[in-house]
């Protein structure tokens, strides 16, 4: 298995708190890493149909099959468990006795926070990082990280096609997440949908647009933007602004979680095709805007990240939350050195001078260079650290 960074916030959590709830995409790890922490403790797979049927209609046998301390694995199946957690808990009163894993918020969010409230603690797994592959002995160039992504199992055994995998993996995600939600009633317009926003990865999301094309409301787009967000498939970049100006443009933008799943939606599927796509440039903004959230997630922090764009064409691909102040970033998919990718940091740094905590750089796929004229440039597989700070850690609890 590959060490995740993550590992220490949650064995930290676990003497803090009687349960952590570990949220994130299917697939991303959150089952392999709760039983590698935690061999000893039972395990209950809410997947499975005789688990399920147990938990439902018998919870108090239920849990003499599986004691506490115990790891129960896709709780949103059957969330009206909940409850009866809470009741052991405040009998047992007993720290780490619950590792709860879910790749669905929609209807655990305030299932939790009515029956869990003070009584765990809520932690983001995505799927792997680029440190995280690197301290594993992986390191892939550009276009074959963007092809293959970040999900464990493709790098369980060298040799597997991302192109099978994220097909298998998009049939699993519509069959049981998407489907199960109910707001979806047409699946083939709804994969339509992923696909043409697979195509505006890194690009601010216009409902109205959208729903054009996919022949559907504005509003049924932003249900499904919801159900996608909640089930960790995608990750919304909110816009920074501040009162001084009307300007700022109020869109979000929108990225895949995984990289891979985006290339393989937009029909690529070899690494020449990923150098020759004209969206190159946006599949490498999601990778390292991902990075961002990963390294954040991964340390116990809020993410505290956002984009710039106002109507004049001023824009920054990325700032980063520093002690209540921003570091901006401009990220580049090019190998070389150029100042020009600096003009717009000089432009923001000096249209709001306090609030920068530094001057930020540029991430790109050449050498890291700690200073060219002012600026840092970061090759991307050295850029985790730039998104940590020495903030106090920060973990949702409920």
Same mark, same amino acid.
């Given at each position: 298995?590959?060490?995740?960074?993550?590992?220490?916030?949650?064995?930290?959590?676990?003497?803090?708190?009687?349960?952590?709830?570990?949220?994130?995409?299917?697939?991303?790890?959150?089952?392999?890493?709760?039983?590698?922490?935690?061999?000893?403790?039972?395990?209950?797979?809410?997947?499975?149909?005789?688990?399920?049927?147990?938990?439902?209609?018998?919870?108090?046998?239920?849990?003499?099959?599986?004691?506490?301390?115990?790891?129960?694995?896709?709780?949103?199946?059957?969330?009206?468990?909940?409850?009866?957690?809470?009741?052991?808990?405040?009998?047992?009163?007993?720290?780490?006795?619950?590792?709860?894993?879910?790749?669905?918020?929609?209807?655990?969010?305030?299932?939790?926070?009515?029956?869990?409230?003070?009584?765990?603690?809520?932690?983001?797994?995505?799927?792997?990082?680029?440190?995280?592959?690197?301290?594993?002995?992986?390191?892939?160039?550009?276009?074959?990280?963007? #092809? &293959? =992504?970040?999900?464990?199992?493709?790098?369980? !055994?060298? %040799?597997?096609?991302? @192109?099978?995998?994220?097909? +298998?993996? $998009?049939?699993?995600?519509?069959?049981?997440?998407?489907?199960?939600?109910?707001?979806?009633?047409?699946?083939?317009?709804?994969?339509?949908?992923?696909?043409?926003?697979?195509?505006?990865?890194?690009?601010?999301?216009?409902?109205?647009? #959208? &729903? =054009?094309?996919?022949?559907?409301?504005?509003? !049924?787009? %932003?249900?499904?933007? @919801?159900?996608?967000?909640? +089930?960790? $498939?995608?990750?919304?970049?909110?816009?920074?602004?501040?009162?001084?100006?009307?300007?700022?443009?109020?869109?979000?933008?929108?990225?895949?979680?995984?990289?891979?799943?985006?290339?393989?939606?937009?029909?690529?599927?070899?690494?020449?095709?990923?150098?020759?796509?004209?969206?190159?440039?946006?599949?490498?903004?999601?990778?390292?805007?991902?990075?961002?959230?990963?390294?954040?997630?991964?340390?116990?922090?809020?993410?505290?990240?956002?984009?710039?764009?106002?109507?004049?064409?001023?824009?920054?691909?990325?700032?980063?939350?520093?002690?209540?102040?921003?570091?901006?970033?401009?990220?580049?998919?090019?190998?070389?050195?150029?100042?020009?990718?600096?003009?717009?940091?000089?432009?923001?740094?000096?249209?709001?001078?306090?609030?920068?905590?530094?001057?930020?750089?540029?991430?790109?796929?050449?050498?890291?260079?700690?200073?060219?004229?002012?600026?840092?440039?970061?090759?991307?597989?050295?850029?985790?650290?730039?998104?940590?700070?020495?903030?106090?850690?920060?973990?949702?609890?409920?």
């Amino acid at each position: 298995m590959i060490k995740r960074k993550i590992e220490p916030v949650i064995k930290r959590l676990m003497t803090e708190y009687p349960a952590v709830t570990i949220f994130g995409p299917r697939q991303c790890g959150k089952t392999t890493l709760s039983l590698f922490l935690y061999p000893d403790f039972s395990y209950a797979n809410l997947e499975d149909l005789q688990t399920r049927k147990l938990a439902e209609e018998d919870p108090y046998e239920f849990f003499i099959r599986h004691p506490e301390p115990v790891v129960i694995d896709e709780i949103q199946r059957v969330p009206s468990l909940l409850s009866l957690v809470q009741v052991r808990i405040d009998e047992r009163k007993e720290m780490g006795q619950y590792i709860i894993t879910g790749s669905q918020q929609i209807r655990l969010q305030n299932a939790i926070s009515q029956s869990l409230a003070g009584r765990t603690a809520v932690v983001n797994l995505l799927p792997l990082s680029l440190a995280e592959l690197s301290n594993a002995g992986i390191v892939l160039d550009r276009d074959q990280q963007l #092809l &293959s =992504g970040f999900m464990p199992y493709l790098f369980k !055994t060298p %040799g597997r096609t991302p @192109s099978d995998y994220y097909r +298998s993996y $998009l049939t699993t995600y519509v069959e049981r997440d998407v489907a199960s939600v109910g707001a979806v009633h047409d699946l083939s317009r709804f994969m339509t949908f992923l696909t043409l926003l697979a195509g505006r990865c890194g690009q601010l999301v216009n409902n109205s647009a #959208l &729903s =054009g094309e996919v022949g559907v409301s504005s509003t !049924t787009i %932003g249900s499904w933007l @919801s159900i996608l967000e909640a +089930s960790h $498939l995608v990750y919304i970049l909110r816009p920074w602004f501040t009162s001084r100006t009307s300007q700022i443009v109020k869109t979000p933008k929108i990225y895949f979680s995984d990289v891979g799943l985006a290339a393989h939606l937009l029909g690529i599927s070899t690494p020449s095709q990923v150098n020759r796509d004209p969206l190159m440039g946006n599949l490498f903004e999601n990778m390292v805007v991902m990075e961002a959230v990963k390294a954040r997630f991964n340390a116990g922090k809020s993410d505290q990240l956002y984009f710039f764009r106002n109507s004049n064409g001023l824009e920054v691909d990325l700032l980063v939350g520093q002690q209540r102040k921003l570091v901006p970033y401009e990220i580049k998919s090019g190998r070389t050195i150029d100042s020009r990718h600096t003009l717009n940091l000089k432009k923001f740094i000096s249209k709001y001078p306090d609030d920068i905590a530094e001057v930020g750089g540029v991430i790109y796929c050449g050498e890291s260079v700690d200073r060219f004229k002012g600026y840092s440039f970061c090759n991307f597989h050295d850029c985790a650290p730039l998104f940590e700070d020495n903030e106090l850690n920060f973990t949702i609890s409920f």
